[in-house]
């Protein structure tokens, strides 16, 4: 399997924007996203992609700020996050799964891959 390579991340004041990468080079994925994971909570979803149609989904805390794309040509998925919240802190991880469009959502056992995770800090 294809390794995933998130980039990134760092710290930013509240209102402001980051745009995280997830890289798979020579990838086959059908569908990436990415989940969260702030300390002492579970995990959760923010965004998913299916990569042949360009679908997307996103959680309720993050719909309306932050945008899920790609560069299909460099294997590249990006979330752009905007009108960041303190809430928003977390490690952030891409994963991936090679399932048709049904299963391209926010569920994470779906997901078979994932990446080391980037950490977001907003104050």
């Known amino acids: 399997d294809v390794q995933l390579v998130e980039s990134g991340g760092g710290s930013v004041q509240a209102g402001g924007s980051l745009r995280l990468s997830c890289a798979a080079p020579?990838?086959?994925?059908?569908?990436m996203a990415w989940f969260r994971q702030a300390p002492g909570k579970e995990r959760e979803a923010v965004a998913a992609?299916?990569?042949?149609?360009?679908?997307?989904t996103y959680s309720d805390p993050v719909k309306g700020r932050f945008t899920i794309s790609q560069d299909s040509a460099n294997k590249i998925v990006y979330p752009e996050m905007n009108m960041l919240k303190a809430e928003d802190s977390a490690m952030y991880y891409c994963?991936?799964?090679?399932?048709?469009?049904?299963?391209?959502?926010?569920?994470?056992?779906?997901?078979?891959?994932w990446g080391q995770g980037t950490q977001v800090t907003v104050s």
């Open positions: 994963a991936a799964h090679f399932g048709g469009r049904y299963y391209c959502g926010l569920r994470s056992p779906h997901y078979t891959n």
């Open positions: 020579g990838h086959t994925y059908t569908c």
């Open positions: 992609i299916y990569l042949a149609g360009g679908d997307t």
